[in-house]
């Protein structure tokens, strides 16, 4: 009964609650199929984090989810419930299933510990490697970031280096461990805008070179659009609108996608009648 | 709109960068509303005012002289002595209700010394330069680090052993605990934009203290002061209990406490009696301390 | 819904052409480290608003404070009206904060969270020594105006800052920025921390401003296009180092320095509003 279901993700119905009964995220469904990439779209307050803490089991206590969220780490491998899933489960789910990269690489590495260290731990576990192969396999991974000077970034501690690097370093740990599912919550918010293209760059290489499934979650449409096809709109909690990047951007249907786009154009406007 | 739930961040806390966006979402509107008067803060002033009822009352009658030892000792509560007596023969109500003002007064005394001292310092720490306040900072941990009990020994060694000597000793230690507090405090505070705001505003220091960097630290060293304030009647009971408070005949309940823990099983009204007053404080202080928090809080106090 | 932001708004009245505010060669350096900043001279005249740009540690933020009178610079020298700035001299210092006024990037933390709206917008009227007497309960009328002038609801004194989002608050922030009618607005960022909707309306409040005031705008921001929208001048920094400077159309438009190029370039951009 375990036909071939494409699906790396497919999160039916996901609703989230405060305990005190607030609706936070309320009936929110989407799929991304192995290999293709999903932005999910939406200002603050729209529940898209929320949305992505909650495909890896992972929202903060005092809320909890409802309806249905499935991993797949393989096109013909059994899907897990994340929802009502054990801890035990769950951690097993992460890393292999998906990982994800958050916006503040700072906080997301531990400051007391170097960063070579911190990139073989999942190594260790998920690879089982030892000795002379792990070492090897962090460089690789640093390399695959296309972090220069591998040597001193191994060992050199998270505040030693720069928040660009940083995040290559989060990216290298994510896909440590082969994902099917790469969630990358605003990956580039924090880093300058020259950097933040190389970073963007360097995601969409990376995740087409590895087939891996992508959700994108971002505030900022443009962004979006240069490494996603498909797009997601939440606003307040609910879907508003979805489709591919193009229509979104060029036809949205929906007034809140429309206030969005305008905006971004509005904005752009200024600086398209300098640069072109 | 990206949000800080927490309004006044670590002091290690990183400015944001471009944009803080949030990890969680919508968690700006969360917190619950409390619109009702907090039941903390009606608890905490019965108890307290009870307490400061009776010192007040002991100012005028008590209902035998403190010296009194006419009564019989050790009776059990009833009539003519309601509480019994002690093992000399004294009224344990008579020696409960002065030890209320003493209690009050020892609390009150040792707070007064350790918020103006200690907010005087931490306010000093926080503005200082490097230097300056590594200096002020080494001294407070020197300070803190020093025992109560052989500072206030010292006291009474320089002085003599009186309910001053004993309050100026635990106001002493308390300083040191406030103003490593409010030097936090007062950094962190320090830290926010609204102050450079105000100073590009043309404020000057001095009400840059008063209008900011005071109302925003002092829910935060109310609560630690009340909290102060019953660790000083308790310690004021401790240095009582061994002999380095207020001199007989001053019916502190520490006192009371000590002379009558011989005689724990045979009259337990001595020990419980000044044992529930001096819970019922502390609990009512930090209740009003709890309370005032809330509604000092305007955060707190009304939510859209 | 909109219409397009002129890219180089008209000049204001060029009536007074030197410079309001001005580094000479700015440098500064903390206690015993390397400078940050590194000989900056940078003119800000009426009616010509500047944009500072640059990455993260360029040092947009210490020139804004120099600017703004908050740190003296090591070497070099700050003019306002062409006097050197003393930041002991009582009497300059009030004109100048008169006519300096400043905005910042976090709307949570700029406004005082114990303050009501009404205290914190009147704070410069009161510190600067221009508060008029009013009678007893009642608020200076010109509070109110400036309320009113940034498109806050009329009961918004009585209320405290977190009754309102991040959009609102800023507007606070403005308003209490130009209560006393200052000649310059210095702004850190001032509203990349809000959402792209949001951000719009600030940009159009602040160009309104700009037009109905006379107000002059310097401004710290990473993003281009709030820079072209808002400023006549644009200065790049890289290092500690203005690299370039001048009006921002050629700066943005055609710019000579490689930094600058690469920063224009990596600009994320929406698809073109077009079908191809």
């Known amino acids: 009964m375990n036909a071939r279901d494409p699906r790396a993700l497919d999160v039916n119905g996901l609703t989230i609650r405060t305990d005190q009964g607030r609706t936070l995220v309320s009936d929110l469904s989407f799929s991304i199929n192995a290999g293709s990439r999903l932005g999910l779209v939406g200002e603050s307050g729209s529940g898209k984090s929320l949305t992505a803490l909650a495909v890896l089991g992972l929202l903060p206590p005092g809320m909890n989810a409802s309806g249905s969220i499935v991993l797949r780490e393989a096109p013909d491998a059994p899907g897990t419930e994340v929802i009502g ?5 769950l951690t097993g789910l992460r890393g292999r299933a998906a990982t994800v990269v958050f916006q503040e690489p700072l906080t997301a590495l531990d400051p007391l510990m170097r960063i ?31 972090l220069p000077d591998p040597d001193r970034i191994t060992r050199a501690y998270p505040h030693e280096i720069s928040g660009g690097q940083r995040q290559r370093v989060a990216l ?17 918010t924090a880093l300058d805008v020259t950097v933040q293209s190389e970073v963007l760059a360097l995601l969409d290489g990376l995740v087409a070179q590895r087939g891996m499934a992508l959700l994108f979650v971002s505030h900022d449409l443009a962004v979006v659009s240069s490494v996603t096809d498909h797009v997601l ?13 193009d229509d979104i951007v060029r036809r ?25 | 709109m990206s949000e800080r739930t927490d309004l006044n961040p670590g002091p290690g806390e990183a400015a944001a960068a471009m944009e803080p966006a949030p990890v969680v979402d919508s968690a700006k509107e969360a917190p619950a509303t409390r619109t009702r008067r907090s039941p903390a803060l009606v608890t905490g002033c019965v108890l307290l005012g009870l307490i400061v ?10 209902p035998y002289a403190p010296e009194d030892t006419t009564g019989g000792r050790l009776t059990a509560p009833g009539l003519p002595h309601l509480l019994g007596t002690d093992k000399l023969g004294r009224d344990l109500l008579t020696q ?44 407070l941990d020197v300070l803190i680090a020093f025992p109560t009990l052989l500072l206030a020994m010292l006291m009474v060694a320089a002085r003599s052993a009186s309910l001053s000597s004993a309050i100026l000793a635990i106001g002493l230690a308390m300083t040191a605990v406030v103003a490593r507090l409010t030097r936090i405090l007062v950094k962190r505070v320090l830290a926010q934009d609204y102050i450079t705001a105000a100073r590009t505003s043309g404020t000057s220091w001095p009400r840059v203290i008063t209008g900011h960097v005071l109302p925003n630290i002092w829910p935060t060293l109310v609560v630690n002061l009340a909290q102060q304030f019953g660790l000083a009647v308790m310690a004021e009971a401790s240095l009582s209990f061994l002999g380095l408070g207020a001199p007989p005949p001053n019916a502190s309940w520490g006192r009371m406490l000590q002379e009558a823990q011989a005689t724990v099983f045979t009259a337990p009204t001595g020990v419980i009696a000044p044992g529930v007053l001096l819970v019922m404080l502390v609990v009512g202080v930090n209740l009003i301390a709890d309370g005032l928090r809330d509604t000092l809080d305007p955060t707190r106090r009304r939510t859209r | 819904m909109t219409t397009p932001i002129p890219a180089t708004p008209a000049p204001g009245p060029r009536a007074a052409d030197s410079a309001i505010l001005a580094a000479r060669d700015a440098g500064f350096a903390y206690r015993g480290a390397p400078p940050v900043l590194h000989g900056v001279s940078l003119d800000i005249t009426a009616g010509r608003s500047l944009g500072l740009v640059g990455e993260s540690g360029a040092g947009k933020t210490t020139v804004l404070r120099l600017l703004l009178g908050l740190t003296r610079p090591t070497s070099g020298r700050i003019l306002f009206d062409g006097d050197e700035l003393r930041l002991r001299d009582r009497e300059q210092m009030r004109r100048f904060r008169r006519g300096v006024q400043s905005v910042f990037q976090d709307p949570y933390s700029s406004l005082d969270p114990r303050q009501r709206v009404s205290g914190i917008v009147a704070e410069p009227l009161r510190s600067l020594g221009l508060s008029r ?66 951000r719009v309306r600030i940009v159009d409040l602040l160009i309104e401003l700009k037009e109905t005031r006379g107000l002059t705008i310097a401004m710290v921001s990473h993003d281009l296009s709030v820079v072209a929208a808002l400023c006549e001048r644009t200065a790049v920094l890289e290092h500690g180092r203005v690299v370039e400077q001048g009006d921002t159309a050629s700066v943005l438009g055609s710019p000579s320095h490689p930094y600058s190029r690469r920063l224009i370039a990596s600009v994320p951009r929406l698809p073109s509003p077009k079908s191809p």
């Open chain 2, 96 to 139: 409960l209700m002065t030890g209320a003002r003493i209690a009050l007064e020892a609390g009150l005394g040792a707070i007064a010394i350790g918020a103006v001292l200690g907010i005087c310092f931490g306010l000093a720490a926080g503005f200082a330069t490097r230097w300056l306040d590594d200096t002020l900072s080494t001294l």
């Open chain 1, 85 to 89: 899933a054990t801890e035990q489960r």
């Open chain 2, 53 to 62: 009822a009776t010192a007040l009352v002991s100012l005028f009658w008590v």
């Open chain 3, 133 to 198: 007497p009013v009678a007893r309960g009642e608020e200076d009328p010109r509070v109110a105006a400036a309320l009113e002038a940034v498109g806050l609801p009329a009961d918004a004194a009585r209320r405290y800052p977190h009754e309102f989002s991040g959009g609102q608050r800023q507007r606070i922030a403005i308003a209490r920025a130009t209560v006393c009618e200052p000649r310059v607005l210095l702004a850190d960022e001032p509203v990349s921390a809000l959402d792209v909707t949001t």
């Open chain 1, 252 to 276: 949205p249907q929906h007034p809140y996608t429309r206030d969005l786009v305008d905006s971004a154009r509005h904005l752009e406007s200024a600086l398209e009648r300098i640069v072109r």
């Open chain 1, 233 to 245: 709109v939440l606003k307040d909690g609910a879907a508003v609108e979805s489709g591919s990047v």
């Open chain 1, 172 to 188: 290298a740990m994510a896909l440590a461990c082969d994902p099917a599912l790469l969630i990358a919550d605003e990956p580039t």
């Open chain 1, 116 to 146: 070579g260290g911190q990139l073989a731990e999942p190594l260790r576990r998920w690879r089982g490697l030892r000795g002379p192969a792990l070492r090897r396999a962090v460089a690789e991974a640093l390399e695959q970031v296309r």
